[in-house]
C-alpha cells in the first residue's frame, strides 16, 4: 500500500476543467486507487508506504490515443523532398509515402521491429505517458500486420506500459493489391482481420478514408466486418477531404473518428449523437503544414469529446513527445490547457474504450504522474523541459532518473 501526500490532484474526474484537489491525498492498493481525497480526508494508513510529493501535481498517466509506433525506416528523404517542393500527396501518387515504410516495416524482422518501438514507447513514457495505442497498418498482410501487432502486445510485456492495439489493415492498397482496392478490402474481412482477432491481437479496428486511401464505401465493409467480431471501431478521417467519414463511423458507433480538420457541422453533430470522441492530431497537422483546422468551436458547441495524440508515424508526424502536442493544440486550435489536459487523460481514455485509465478516481488503475510543477496549465504552457518527477503504472512507481552527463 502507497499514500502520496502534499500533492495538488488534478483528478480530471470532473465534468469539465481539472478536477483539482489542492493538498490532497492519493491511496494506492493492489495497483487500484483506493482513496482519492482531500488530506483532512484520509483515513489512516498505518502500514502504507509515505510518497511526499513536495507540494507537486499529480495527474493520471498520460494517454497517447493514436500512434502507429511500429515501424522500420526511415522518412527523412521524403521530408527533404518535400521541402524541394513536393507535396505529400505527390510523394505518395510516385509510390513513397506509405508504401516505403510498408517496404521497410515488412523486410525487418520482429526482433528489429520490437527494438525500434521499445526505444519510441520508452520515450513517450519518459513524458509521463502510461498507455498507448498502437496501430498496425505497415503490413498490409496477414503475416506482417501479425508482426506489428505481435511486437505491440510485446512492448506490454516488456515495459510498465499499457498497449492497446489497432488493426488498420485499410490503411493502403498493397503493392499485391495494386488497382484493385477492393480486392484487398475482400481479404482483410475475410482473412486479415478474423485470423488477427481470433489470435487475440486486435482490441480495435480503424481505416483511412480518404481520397488517397479507401472510399467510405469500402470503409463500411471494413466496419460491417468488425461489427460481426464486436470489435470497437476507430477512423482516420478527414483529414485532407471531407469524405463524411465521421458521420460514417459515428453511425457505427465508433470510438474515435481522428484527424478532421475538414470535419462540417453535419459530422460533428453524427459524433455528438453517437458519443464518438474527435482525436485531434496537432503534430501531423503541424508536419504537414496544413492550414486548415479542425473545427474545434464547433466540437466544443455540441459538447464532443475531444482528446489529443501525437500520431506517432514516419510520415506525417514523426513526433514522440505528447506535452508537445498540448502546446499545439493550444496554439494552433485554440483548445484551453483544461481541454488540452482532458485530452490526453479522461477523453483519451474514452477514445479507446478504456473505463479505469485517465481519471484518478477510486477504483481506477493506479496509472499516475508526478510533475514538478505547481499549476496544472504548465503541462499545456511549457514544452522542451521535462518535469516528470514519478511516474505510476498498475500501482508500482518508477522515478524518472535524468542521465547526467559525465566526463571521461
Ligand atoms: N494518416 C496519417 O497521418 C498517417 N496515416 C494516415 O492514415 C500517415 C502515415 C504515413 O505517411 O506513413
Ligand atoms: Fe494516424
Not at 488493426?167 to 477492393?182: C, I, M, T, Y
Not at 470503409?219 to 464486436?230: C, D, N, Y
Request: proline share 5%; net charge negative.
Amino acid at each position: 500500500m502507497q499514500r502520496i501526500e502534499n500533492i495538488n490532484a488534478a483528478t480530471m474526474n470532473d465534468d469539465q476543467g481539472y478536477g483539482l484537489i489542492h493538498d490532497a491525498t492519493v491511496i494506492i492498493n493492489k495497483g487500484k486507487i483506493e482513496f482519492v481525497g482531500a488530506a483532512f480526508d484520509a483515513p489512516a494508513t498505518p502500514t502504507a508506504e509515505v510518497i511526499d510529493g513536495n507540494g507537486g501535481l499529480l495527474t493520471p498517466g498520460l494517454i497517447d490515443c493514436h500512434t502507429h509506433l511500429v515501424w522500420a525506416g526511415s522518412r527523412a528523404n521524403e521530408f527533404a523532398q518535400r521541402l524541394h517542393g513536393a507535396s505529400y500527396q505527390e510523394i505518395a501518387e510516385q509510390g513513397g509515402g506509405i508504401k516505403s515504410t510498408v517496404k521497410s516495416t515488412r523486410e525487418a524482422s520482429q526482433e528489429e521491429l520490437l527494438k525500434l518501438a521499445l526505444e519510441r514507447a520508452e520515450t513517450l513514457m519518459s513524458q509521463g505517458v502510461t498507455t498507448v495505442e498502437v496501430k498496425s497498418g505497415y503490413g498490409l498482410d496477414l503475416e506482417n500486420e501479425r508482426k506489428q501487432l505481435t511486437v505491440a502486445r510485446q512492448l506490454a510485456e516488456q515495459l510498465p506500459v499499457n498497449i492497446k492495439t489497432t488493426l488498420l489493415a485499410a490503411h493502403a492498397v498493397p503493392p499485391e493489391f495494386k488497382d484493385n482496392a477492393d480486392g484487398y478490402i475482400d481479404e482483410i474481412i475475410q482473412n486479415i482481420l478474423p485470423t488477427l482477432a481470433n489470435e487475440g491481437l486486435v482490441d480495435a479496428v480503424d481505416a483511412f478514408c480518404e481520397s488517397i486511401g479507401f472510399s467510405p464505401a469500402q470503409t463500411e465493409k471494413v466496419f460491417e466486418a468488425a461489427k460481426k467480431l464486436r470489435l470497437p471501431i476507430k477512423l482516420h478521417a478527414e483529414q485532407i477531404t471531407n469524405q463524411q467519414g465521421a458521420k460514417l463511423a459515428a453511425e457505427y458507433q465508433a470510438l474515435s473518428a481522428d484527424h478532421l480538420e475538414q470535419l462540417d457541422e453535419d459530422g460533428v453533430k453524427a459524433m455528438a449523437e453517437n458519443g464518438t470522441v474527435a482525436v485531434l492530431l496537432p503534430g501531423a497537422f503541424y508536419f504537414l503544414r496544413d492550414t486548415q483546422k479542425p473545427p474545434v468551436e464547433l466540437l466544443r458547441r455540441h459538447g464532443v469529446p475531444m482528446a489529443i495524440a501525437t500520431d506517432a508515424n514516419p510520415g506525417s508526424s514523426p513526433i514522440h513527445n505528447l506535452p508537445l502536442m498540448l502546446q499545439m493544440a493550444a496554439t494552433f486550435f485554440h483548445m484551453t490547457p483544461e481541454e488540452c489536459l482532458r485530452g490526453v487523460t479522461v477523453n483519451a481514455a474514452k477514445a479507446l474504450g478504456e473505463q479505469k485509465r485517465g481519471v484518478i478516481a477510486e477504483g481506477c488503475y493506479a496509472d499516475l504522474a508526478l510533475w514538478n510543477c505547481q499549476d496544472a496549465a504548465e503541462l499545456t504552457y511549457q514544452f522542451g523541459v521535462n518535469p516528470l518527477k514519478t511516474l505510476w503504472f498498475n500501482g508500482v512507481a518508477h522515478d524518472r532518473v535524468s542521465k547526467p552527463w559525465s566526463a571521461h
